[in-house]
């Protein structure tokens, strides 16, 4: 497994943007298939972006346009850069990875073997 360490959340307006970073240990962000999921309260957790060892990319229906997920090899870091936010965004927000390539299952939970703690996103006025 690999430790993953997320950042970046926060109190963000409705419309407004923010950007949450994720650093692996021991393993190269490049070496990993890794992802973003999201859980509010009273529901489950949802994939939001994944991006594979190819730098293939995937989103959810609801954040595609608005949501962008990329690897900072320079720093080692995953990052999730979020526009327009609303209020169906604030949830607790969790890096995941795997290292291999994946085929499919990219925004499956079950997917992954790795979890980061969380980092939380609320968006509010």
């Known amino acids: 497994e690999v430790q993953l360490k997320e950042s970046g959340g926060g109190l963000v307006q409705p419309g407004g943007s923010l950007e949450l970073s994720c650093q692996p240990s021991?393993?190269?962000?490049?070496?990993?298939?890794m992802a973003w999921f999201r859980q509010a309260p009273g529901k489950e957790r949802e994939g939001v972006a994944a991006?594979?060892?190819?730098?293939?990319?995937t989103y959810a229906d609801d954040v595609k346009g608005r949501f962008t997920i990329s690897k900072d090899h320079a720093k080692n870091m995953l990052v999730l850069r979020m526009d327009s936010l609303n209020s169906e965004d604030e949830a607790m927000y969790y890096c995941?990875?795997?290292?291999?390539?994946?085929?499919?299952?990219?925004?499956?939970?079950?997917?992954?073997?790795?979890w980061g703690q969380g980092t939380q996103v609320t968006v509010s006025s």
């Open positions: 995941a990875a795997v290292s291999w390539r994946l085929i499919t299952g990219f925004l499956k939970a079950s997917t992954y073997n790795s």
């Open positions: 991006i594979n060892v190819n730098e293939y990319s």
């Open positions: 021991e393993f190269p962000a490049s070496s990993l298939s």
